[in-house]
């Protein structure tokens, strides 16, 4: 564990040393894992007597209760809880109905071992296990059943997390050894994934983790994370056996958490139960305690009381000195979820307002700029609808709120410039004030290129930036970069269909005739039940008919013929911005992107 605590702290101070990274995103996301550790060490300090152990656990085993309760009341339509994300069949505390799934597999052993002692033994302690693993036993066959049917689980391939992995600890020796950072997973994602990702059928995803947690840690943590988190394991292993027949429930459990990492994605409530189980399973044996800090057994063994004080001193102090930021990212996620709800209900002013206090109380969190930036130009578009009615003061707020957005959005890529979805945000926002702002065209397409430098396999980023030439007129561009999104993902309908207008606009008849027909293609390939299927199948087919008049080869269309099956596509459309401000005479001045770091390039 010191190591593993140890290679947690270096990985996070990598932006440091490297630029590109975000070393707020690494600290806020390492702070968990230290805190987990140091959480092992407090359980094995305090919990000596058989109450406490026995309290800690019954609190455990009924907190998973509960939720595994709240799980199957929601599975029935019953929805306890007042939130709007609660109103679901599918809605489960842990996030999703996989995790939660595992996480009652995990207690499983440990509850029905005690269920079964009450009823050999008859101990009034282990009754109340009965109920529980009742519960935790109908959650998991509802759980099961939703994996099979309506929630199945979405996760990214072995090997494509492999290629990420290696692709992130193979930019220098310092990300060999301590990776990328924790936290940063979607820019090794966004760099290192091959263009095969392309032909899966959810490849317009962005994965935020890797295929199984210890693929994870080799991307993040490098060797170093990876070796100490395997050493840890193997420590359990050797110690697990001592004591072995009155802790069989916990081996069992905390062995099945291990086992999970090697094949599967966790979150946090997973990897935290991992890390109290561990100290459950040390509490109360000298030896076992060889997988905690020597500081540790040096306390239980009597040898000194002093070293096991100062080490919860330290505990103490490294927790409240954060604690107060803590309490301030748990308000700012609260303030922003009010504005979640705020815009459900079309009020856009409190969802402004929400935001702007979610980012007051902890401006360090990258997402939420980019949300901020979007409202901005939202709320300035929807000002400029007013058209010929707007006053002076309308204009002026509309050109402080695209200043806003370009801010926001530029504050995002200042704290983690290796994010592709921050320039991707601010591309978009440039976009929408083309014709409005001074340069904003040249803006567009430069941060657009960035976003490309660091998802260079994405083929919706060559339609975006092809869509902006084609909304400036420059066929030739947009031809160009609507030809590498059709490369990248040859039965990516929309990418030919919009090289098929560009060609048009260009003069160029037969070729972009060749282009729908391609588009046609692949949309009697679709197998999926789409809603918009059948509308991109009429349009394209009545544009296929004017340019086929318009040339003369009327029965061009009789030869589109389905093709072989096609994942689902998006519908089809000229790529155009989703807002845009009304020109301005002369051009307002707005601020340039920044440029990118010699990492990010």
Do not use: C
């Not at 091959?194 to 693929?215: A, I």
């Not at 939420?368 to 002026?396: C, M, P």
């Not at 957005?405 to 995002?412: L, N, V, Y």
């Not at 789409?530 to 991109?536: G, M």
């Amino acid at each position: 564990l010191t190591l593993f605590f140890a290679t947690v702290a270096i990985s996070a101070l990598i932006p440091f040393f490297q630029s590109g990274g975000n070393i707020k995103t690494t600290l806020i996301s390492a702070y968990p894992l230290l805190m987990l550790v140091l959480l092992y060490v407090v359980i094995v300090h305090t919990v000596e007597r058989l109450e406490d152990k026995r309290f800690l656990s019954i609190t455990l085993f009924l907190g998973a209760a509960v939720g595994a309760l709240l799980s199957i009341l929601s599975f029935f339509n019953i929805h306890a809880l007042p939130f709007p994300e609660a109103r679901t069949s599918s809605f489960t505390p842990l996030g999703n109905v996989l995790q939660s799934l595992l996480f009652a597999l995990a207690l499983l052993p440990i509850a029905g071992k005690k269920a079964l002692s009450f009823l050999t033994k008859r101990d009034v302690y282990s009754l109340i296990f009965i109920p529980i693993s009742v519960v935790l036993i109908g959650a998991s066959m509802l759980n099961v059943y939703q994996l099979t049917t309506t929630q199945k689980p979405l996760l990214l391939p072995q090997t494509i997390g492999l290629q990420t992995a290696t692709g992130a600890i193979g930019q220098n020796f310092l990300s060999l050894l301590f990776g990328s950072g924790p936290g940063t997973y979607i820019s090794d994602f966004t760099r290192f994934r091959g263009p095969e990702f392309n032909q899966l059928d959810f490849w317009n995803t962005r994965f935020l983790t890797s295929s199984s947690f210890v693929l994870e840690i080799l991307a993040v943590m490098g060797l170093f994370g990876l070796l100490t988190f395997a050493f840890l394991a193997y420590r359990f292993l050797k110690t697990a056996r001592i004591g072995l027949e009155k802790k069989r429930g916990l081996f069992l459990g905390t062995l099945f958490l291990f086992a999970l990492t090697l094949f599967l994605p966790i979150t946090f409530p997973l990897l935290a139960l991992l890390f109290i189980l561990l100290a459950l399973y040390s509490v109360g044996d000298e030896k076992t305690q060889e997988i905690t800090l020597d500081v540790v057994a040096l306390g239980k063994t009597g040898q000194s009381s002093v070293l096991p004080t100062l080490n919860l001193l330290v505990v103490l102090l490294i927790s409240g000195f954060r604690l107060w930021q803590a309490g301030a990212f748990l308000l700012s996620d609260a303030r922003f979820q009010q504005s979640v709800v705020a815009a459900r209900e079309n009020k856009a002013t409190e969802m402004y307002n929400n935001q702007r206090d979610a980012l007051a109380l902890f401006p360090y969190r990258e997402g939420y700029y980019r949300t901020f930036s979007q409202t901005s130009i939202l709320l300035a578009n929807g000002i400029a609808q007013k058209g010929e009615s707007l006053t002076d003061q309308d204009r002026q707020t509309i050109i402080t709120l695209a200043r806003q957005s370009i801010q926001t959005g530029q504050t995002a890529v200042a704290l983690y410039p290796l994010n592709v979805l921050n320039w991707e945000n601010l591309a978009a926002i440039y976009r929408s004030l083309i014709g409005f702002g001074q340069d904003a065209e040249n803006f567009a397409v430069a941060s657009a290129q960035q976003a490309i430098r660091l998802d260079p396999a994405n083929p919706q980023l060559y339609l975006f930036l092809g869509g902006i030439y084609y909304q400036l007129g420059q066929w030739d561009s947009a031809q160009n970069q609507f030809q590498i999104a059709a490369n990248l993902k040859p039965d990516f309908a929309n990418a030919h269909y919009n090289l098929g207008h560009a060609l048009e606009n260009k003069g160029d008849l037969r070729n972009a005739l060749t282009q729908y027909q391609a588009a046609q293609v692949i949309l009697e390939g679709v197998k999926q039940d789409q809603p918009s299927l059948e509308d991109n199948k009429k349009k394209l087919a009545a544009e296929i008919d004017v340019i086929s008049r318009k040339i003369g080869e009327r029965e061009a269309t009789a030869s589109a013929k389905a093709g072989s099956e096609s994942a689902e596509q998006p519908p089809l459309s000229i790529d155009r911005p989703s807002t845009t401000l009304p020109p301005q005479k002369p051009p307002v001045a707005i601020l340039q992107p920044p440029i990118a770091t010699e990492s990010a390039q």
